[in-house]
């Protein structure tokens, strides 16, 4: 039985990620300080879970997490592009500083491997798509920068200590659970449960950015094969996590407004500073070096968001 230390726990992602390492039948402990992440996203599963709400910060309490562990999956993160770009610094102390702590836990603690959620914001406007891994990276916003830096970091753990480390470029995470409340949720969260709410959403700028919307149990999955693929395929390297399809937000609004049966309109409001234009991924590294398949596509994932969103409101 192998032990998952997850940070970020109480998130949306590492409690998805908590849940499918339980129910393999592994360990989890977890940490998280509960900056942005929510005790009911635990609610089933906190007995059977070592749970320790702390700041990844506490290079103590980091260095206690990791004793023992055999995986780190590090999730812990202010996922915001605007919030970085309000919040510099408090962005860079969330996304880089706690990841070099973690990154010096794990090397300590002798840890098998550390699989971190990176980012496509990374990949910045570069106007080629799909985006592939060997591209040059050329981030906007400070949040791209830090996820980036991390990135970096991951890296040169692997090459300086040997410390095995897979980044996971992921691609606009959706689904159950994700926080919709704050202004700097995800935007399907968001339109979601304004949308159930009979509340009229915004898109910001005219809609016709793109993403390559991805559906949690797609990013869980890579997490567990990124711990389980022969080092010479995936230590020391970066994979996109995403589906391959780009989806604008315009097109994207019409098919909530369908399966929600929503009656009124989008409003506009001005294009948010550090967004990109479009991200669409290309999968065939993910797919060649760690088994990755999306299993689940947009439309059905939206679905099933709904229905959780529909039940949880
Ligand atoms: C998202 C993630 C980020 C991750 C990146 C790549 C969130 C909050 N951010 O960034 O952590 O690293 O994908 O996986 O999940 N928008 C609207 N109206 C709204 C909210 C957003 O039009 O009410 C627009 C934004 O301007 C943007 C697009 O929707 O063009 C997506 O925004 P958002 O969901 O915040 O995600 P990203 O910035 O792409």
């Not at 996109?240 to 407004?257: C, H, M, Q, S």
Request: include cysteine.
């Amino acid at each position: 039985m192998a032990l998952y230390l997850i940070t970020g726990v109480a998130g949306f992602i590492g409690s998805g990620l908590a849940r499918a390492v339980l129910a393999q039948g592994d360990q989890v402990r977890g940490i998280d300080n509960l900056s942005t992440g929510r005790r009911e996203n635990l609610t089933e599963i906190k007995d059977g879970i070592d749970f320790r709400e702390a700041d990844l910060l506490d290079l103590d309490a980091v260095h206690a997490a990791c004793k023992g562990a055999d995986y780190v999956l590090h999730q812990a993160a202010i996922p915001s592009v605007p919030k970085s770009v309000v919040d510099p610094l408090g962005s860079n102390r969330a996304n880089v500083d706690a990841t070099v702590n973690v990154l010096v836990g794990a090397r300590d603690a002798k840890v098998k491997r550390v699989v971190y959620a990176a980012s496509s914001s990374a990949y910045g406007d570069t106007p080629t798509l799909p985006k592939r891994e060997d591209m040059p990276p050329n981030p906007i916003s400070p949040y791209a920068v830090a996820k980036l830096a991390s990135e970096y970091y991951m890296v040169s753990f692997y090459r300086c200590y040997g410390l095995e480390t897979v980044c996971l470029r992921y691609f606009n995470i959706f689904g159950p659970r994700q926080d919709p409340s704050s202004p700097y949720s995800g935007v399907l969260a968001k339109f979601i449960t304004q949308m159930l709410r009979g509340e009229q959403p915004t898109i910001f700028g005219d809609g016709s950015q793109s993403r390559d919307f991805t559906y949690i149990d797609n990013a869980v999955e890579a997490n567990l094969l990124a711990c389980k693929a022969p080092a010479e395929q995936a230590a020391g390297r970066v994979f996109n996590i995403a589906t391959g399809r780009r989806v604008d937000l315009n097109e994207t609004f019409l098919t909530l407004k369908q399966i929600i049966g929503y009656k009124g309109e989008v409003k506009h409001a001005p294009e948010r500073a550090g967004d990109i234009k479009h991200s669409l991924a290309d999968m065939s590294r993910a797919e060649k070096h760690l088994g990755y398949k999306p299993k689940v596509d947009f439309e059905e994932g939206l679905r099933r968001t709904i229905e959780w969103y529909r039940k949880s409101l």
